[in-house]
């Protein structure tokens, strides 16, 4: 029988966030491709565009017109997927056919006045306006008594289904905790309970330990591709010291995070040169009046990019109907964005 090696031999690797397995197949890695190709579409931007709904003083498909903001600005989304309004119960109630109504509140958060720039292209100081808006976007929002969980999220890029280049994330507030957030709290408070320790604080210790997929540390944070990743350069964000939630930040570490913001999509922009795209959101303790001591802050990012700016891969066929799979292992991808430049690729000859 021959001994097994993580970095050529198929193996599943445990998530313990969502409870779940992920097939890693290294030895698919080398294959070649034949697949789909296509234009990345990050055309330089100008840094304002008279025909962009999100830039300063221009109007929006609804009719509003933006203020002549500088730096972050936020507002609620003209075209929202929940709405705030209580409606009453459905009569169909069957088991078969539950459904409930579901309050909540869309915001747009732009990151910046300048239409041409993007999280990496930004200054820290910069990067912690928005780390501040977040925040203060959680607190709002979280108060109020019909929202129960704070969604802040990014899609980045038009293959991640961002309809407009203007720098930009979004919040969705809403009544309910969502599936895969329910799922993260259950296990992070199945390990408090059975450790009396934080899942995730005790994790970045042993990844610390091996470092080989810790992109970026500093005081207050560790960015690293999960062990159990299945995105191609998927990584994680990991406050060190166990905060269950963006507004228990103090001032160093709101600095800090957004020091590891921008050095980690600085390193993703750089794999390929291109304005690299991604779907990244922060998990954090619901707002739901209950204490919730098994939280720690984290955040995800999912890039789909595979072999270049053109090749992507997203969740398909087996993925979708058994698990999730990867062919470029944790290790490989955590190898490649350690040794990219700190310099973003187009600063290069500046």
């Known amino acids: ?29 080398d294959r070649p491709w034949q697949g789909q190709t296509e234009d990345s579409g990050h055309d330089q931007q100008p840094s304002y565009d008279p025909g962009c709904y999100l830039c300063p ?32 119960q459905p009569d169909q109630t069957a ?52 929202i ?3 969604q802040i999220f990014e899609n980045k890029g038009r293959i991640m289904g961002c309809s407009n280049p203007h720098p930009h994330g979004q919040i969705w507030a809403q009544s309910s905790i969502p599936t895969l ?48 990743a299945s995105w191609p350069y998927e990584t994680m964000v990991v406050s060190r010291r166990k905060i269950s939630d963006i507004s228990q930040f103090s001032e160093p570490e709101k600095t800090a995070l957004a020091e590891i913001l921008k050095g980690l999509t600085v390193k993703y ?9 991604y779907s990244a959101g922060i998990h954090q303790a619901p707002t739901d009046g209950k204490d919730h001591p098994e939280w720690h802050f984290h955040m995800h990012f999912y890039p789909p990019l595979l072999r270049s700016a053109e090749i992507k891969k997203f969740m398909v066929g087996y ?28 600063d290069k000859d500046r």
Request: net charge negative; proline share 6%; glycine share 4%.
């Open 1 to 29: 029988m021959n001994t097994f090696n993580p970095k050529k031999n198929p193996h599943r690797r445990y998530n313990p966030l969502l409870d779940e397995w992920v097939l890693v197949s290294p030895q698919r890695s």
């Open 57 to 88: 003083g221009n109007l929006r498909i609804s009719g509003e017109k933006n203020p002549d903001y500088k730096g972050v600005y936020t507002f609620d989304n003209d075209f929202g997927s929940l709405m705030k309004e209580e409606v009453g």
């Open 95 to 146: 088991d078969f056919f539950a459904m409930k109504p579901e309050r909540g509140i869309n915001r747009v958060i732009c990151f910046s006045d300048d239409h041409s720039l993007t999280l990496p292209e930004m200054e820290v100081s910069d990067i912690r306006n928005v780390v501040e808006l977040w925040q203060q976007q959680y607190r709002e929002l979280g108060a109020m008594d019909f």
């Open 148 to 150: 129960n969980h704070v």
């Open 181 to 228: 957030v329910q799922r993260t709290q259950n296990n992070l408070k199945k390990y408090l309970d059975i450790h009396g320790k934080s899942l995730l604080e005790d994790y970045i210790e042993q990844e610390l330990k091996t470092g080989e997929r810790v992109i970026l540390t500093n005081e207050h944070f560790v960015a690293l591709v999960p062990f159990w």
């Open 269 to 277: 922009d750089n794999i390929f040169q291109t304005s690299f795209p």
């Open 319 to 346: 993925e979708m109907l058994a698990e999730p799979q990867r062919d470029l292992t944790p290790e490989q991808s955590a190898a490649v964005l350690k040794s990219l430049p700190a310099i973003h690729y187009k």
